[in-house]
């Protein structure tokens, strides 16, 4: 018969999903309560305050959809956007192209305001066309892994209050590894998935609203027949498309009227409440400066290889980086992809391919949740030189790994204020609670 | 700073969530791998198979969608209705308004074919229904657990073939402990959830597509933008309104093609190969059977303390029994709540509440995934024996256990021709594998 799952030793060190918290992964274990069990509902509503936290927000409307980072951006603009709305989708890597698909998707008409890939957009651009069109909502992607540029997005809360529209961000590749700012930015309206920095597995997307947002959504509320009651009138905006995905409904759910919807996946709850407990306990400012700590001694590292990073250096992600494949390899068919095959089988260590018009040009290096440490840095540009080596790339003996450690200042904790780790993770302040 | 995650111990009687195996649980504290790792692909192809043995489907397109069973829904309803496709939809109790709204919101004009709650929809009046209209889809409920009604669906298959419909069902709470033949009764899409009678948590949608509906769904293809190369041309049909329950790509992501689309939900694909595999395991026929010995031992039970089962004896789920309130409590307000209440706090055992118009009347009782097992049905009707005599009503002594253990003919292991079980599942033939 089939065996048990036995997964093989791995690094995860590409753009995500990457390695979780082995105490995330335990969390999963718990057992189950009922839906409406009172320790069921006090976790529910303790998940969104440890979940404001790691947002950055006071949003009453904090909560999680369930399904991948992909559910919930699709639950945010499905959500706000009817159909004929207009959206401006500033757009600079494939996740752009995504918001894109799913507001048309959604009915929504698409005003897109690109840049090249490798670059971020100028947030004027986005005004200029804000101001013309006045959009219901501007929808924008922080970090997209496809290109490892975050869009600044200080500027983006005023141009979208200016022009009546409200501000979406997907942070999936973003949030608890680089400063992540929901209030103080203007946001209203902000989805991710767990399987980047936040340290769980794809499959739980974290959701803040602003009040702006949710007055929006519940104009749109339609409680669904066979739990209405006398008193759901329906609001008077058009009924959301999606019954899954209807976030009017969510926050029913997950409210003090908890109006039955989904059975809410109570093992990804717990994955999810786990993350933002470890999150919370690190502290969210020092897991940002971890994070760009190790991200750059990892561009140090592989430039020190004599590799060429892709993209302009000031917009990059703390958490991941793209490199140019070697030419040799870029032109021999499969060289680059035989590359990455030798460090997974040779030293159990993943980094990541690229798609559209990266693709066969750039890999892609994260180091994000636990990956966001010195050894997994350390160990990650070793094997690279070992393989970079054996297919034929001349490549300076120890150049990566020395590299790093000179970004790191030398200092044995990887050169900045975090504690030494106990595992993969921070240290519990508290033994074993 | 917060705790680990800690729930309470509890025993899971209600209409499901109900406990999972503790052998799913520790599955999804498996390490994750990439999501393009031989080892994830060869995973996911494998969980393919062991779910088409669930299914008892030939059907090549078997996965699952990264989500609660409503997603596995609304999934294969908007992938297959476009708008103005025309669906049928018999409906005996909440879950047949859930197919009926989330056929609504992906606008379709949807035809009901009531039944009274408690009683299954007769098939010549869909048949009669599926004449006149000739709809793109019939789609209807297996099992209701808001009644616990089972709606036959051996004659349904031909009726679609007849009137050039697709047959949908929702096995949601059925699969994994009643008989259910895709195949044999020409079922063309079924979805169902971990979280009842298949012993996993909530979050994971085992979907089967007949090659039909794979066809119609394949007519409305189109790869989304950013990783879409030059030979995937649009499909004639309409573009699916969803693009993360859009199962032309979840199906080219499943598929030899390995497209991207979401990030596979690695910890609940773990847990739903879990599932599966135990069901294979245990035999899918036996399972069944044990979930019908055991559900007529609780029917027994309940009807041993002088309870009276509500609904068409002759179409009761195996898993799940619905019992009038007695009348006291009925009319007294809140007396129900507490006694479900008493029976949580003073024994751990929780049972379920109802929708709709049977709200404050029913109290539903299950018995499914490892909740099938003696002590568990033995357990449930001693403690609500001793609740039921603390709020005041008369019930006779030993009543409820006495005609379970009648029920199962006095054998130690339940009665039937299952093994006896080592923990709360069934035992590995092969050791620890």
């Given at each position: 018969?089939?065996?048990?799952?036995?997964?093989?030793?791995?690094?995860?060190?590409?753009?995500?999903p990457?390695?979780?918290?082995?105490?995330?992964?335990?969390?999963?274990?718990?057992?189950?309560?009922?839906?409406?069990?009172?320790?069921?509902?006090?976790?529910?509503?303790?998940?969104?305050?440890?979940?404001?936290?790691?947002?950055?927000?006071?949003?009453?409307?904090?909560?999680?959809?369930?399904?991948?980072?992909?559910?919930?951006?699709?639950?945010?603009?499905?959500?706000?956007?009817?159909?004929?709305?207009?959206?401006?989708?500033?757009?600079?890597?494939?996740?752009?192209?995504?918001?894109?698909?799913?507001?048309?998707?959604?009915?929504?008409?698409?005003?897109?305001?690109?840049?090249?890939?490798?670059?971020?957009?100028?947030?004027?651009?986005?005004?200029?066309?804000?101001?013309?069109?006045?959009?219901?909502?501007?929808?924008?992607?922080?970090?997209?892994?496809?290109?490892?540029?975050?869009?600044?997005?200080?500027?983006?809360?005023?141009?979208?209050?200016?022009?009546?529209?409200?501000?979406?961000?997907?942070?999936?590749?973003?949030?608890?590894?680089?400063?992540?700012?929901?209030?103080?930015?203007?946001?209203?309206?902000?989805?991710?998935?767990?399987?980047?920095?936040?340290?769980?597995?794809?499959?739980?997307?974290?959701?803040?609203?602003?009040e702006?947002?949710?007055?929006?959504?519940?104009?749109?509320?339609?409680?669904?027949?066979?739990i209405?009651?006398?008193?759901?009138?329906?609001?008077?905006?058009?009924?959301?498309?999606?019954?899954?995905?209807?976030?009017?409904?969510?926050?029913?759910?997950?409210?003090?009227?908890?109006?039955?919807?989904?059975?809410?996946?109570?093992?990804?709850?717990?994955?999810?409440?786990?993350?933002?407990?470890?999150?919370?306990?690190?502290?969210?400012?020092?897991?940002?400066?971890?994070?760009?700590?190790?991200?750059?001694?990892?561009?140090?590292?592989?430039?020190?290889?004599?590799?060429?990073?892709?993209?302009?250096?000031?917009?990059?992600?703390?958490?991941?980086?793209a490199?140019?494949?070697?030419?040799?390899?870029?032109?021999?068919?499969?060289?680059?992809?035989?590359?990455?095959?030798?460090?997974?089988?040779?030293?159990?260590?993943e980094?990541?391919?690229?798609?559209?018009?990266?693709?066969g040009?750039?890999?892609?290096?994260?180091?994000?949740?636990?990956?966001?440490?010195?050894d997994?840095?350390?160990?990650?540009?070793?094997?690279?030189?070992?393989?970079l080596?054996?297919?034929?790339?001349?490549?300076?003996?120890?150049?990566?790994?020395?590299?790093?450690?000179?970004?790191?200042?030398?200092?044995?904790?990887?050169?900045?204020?975090e504690?030494?780790?106990?595992?993969?993770?921070?240290?519990?302040p508290?033994?074993?609670?």
């Amino acid at each position: 018969m089939t065996s048990q799952i036995n997964p093989p030793p791995r690094l995860l060190m590409g753009p995500g999903p990457v390695d979780a918290d082995p105490r995330v992964l335990r969390a999963m274990a718990a057992p189950l309560v009922g839906q409406f069990d009172p320790f069921m509902t006090d976790t529910m509503t303790e998940t969104m305050g440890l979940w404001r936290e790691v947002w950055r927000t006071v949003n009453e409307q904090t909560f999680l959809v369930d399904g991948t980072s992909r559910a919930g951006i699709e639950a945010a603009l499905v959500s706000l956007l009817e159909p004929g709305d207009d959206v401006v989708v500033p757009s600079f890597g494939r996740f752009g192209h995504l918001l894109a698909e799913i507001s048309e998707r959604a009915g929504a008409h698409v005003h897109r305001v690109e840049a090249e890939w490798g670059s971020v957009v100028d947030p004027d651009r986005i005004a200029e066309v804000a101001r013309r069109v006045r959009p219901r909502a501007i929808a924008v992607v922080h970090g997209d892994t496809s290109t490892t540029m975050a869009q600044p997005l200080d500027a983006l809360g005023e141009i979208a209050r200016e022009t009546g529209a409200l501000l979406y961000v997907d942070a999936t590749a973003t949030l608890g590894g680089n400063v992540f700012e929901t209030d103080a930015w203007g946001i209203d309206a902000a989805t991710a998935g767990l399987q980047k920095c936040l340290g769980g597995p794809s499959g739980s997307a974290p959701i803040t609203l602003s009040e702006r947002a949710a007055a929006r959504i519940r104009s749109r509320r339609h409680v669904e027949a066979g739990i209405r009651s006398a008193d759901d009138g329906d609001a008077p905006g058009m009924r959301i498309r999606s019954n899954y995905l209807d976030l009017a409904q969510i926050m029913d759910y997950w409210g003090p009227r908890r109006l039955n919807h989904h059975t809410e996946a109570t093992s990804m709850l717990y994955a999810a409440r786990e993350c933002a407990r470890l999150i919370g306990a690190e502290g969210v400012g020092a897991r940002a400066a971890r994070h760009a700590r190790h991200g750059a001694a990892m561009v140090a590292g592989v430039r020190g290889l004599g590799l060429e990073t892709f993209g302009d250096d000031r917009y990059r992600m703390n958490n991941v980086v793209a490199v140019h494949i070697p030419e040799r390899l870029r032109t021999e068919p499969g060289a680059g992809d035989a590359v990455r095959a030798a460090l997974l089988e040779d030293f159990g260590i993943e980094i990541g391919t690229s798609f559209g018009p990266l693709h066969g040009q750039v890999w892609r290096i994260g180091v994000m949740g636990t990956g966001a440490r010195r050894d997994a840095v350390l160990a990650t540009l070793a094997g690279l030189e070992h393989v970079l080596r054996r297919a034929g790339i001349g490549v300076p003996a120890g150049g990566g790994v020395d590299a790093a450690l000179e970004s790191y200042g030398g200092h044995a904790d990887g050169g900045g204020a975090e504690p030494v780790l106990q595992g993969a993770g921070p240290a519990e302040p508290e033994g074993d609670v």
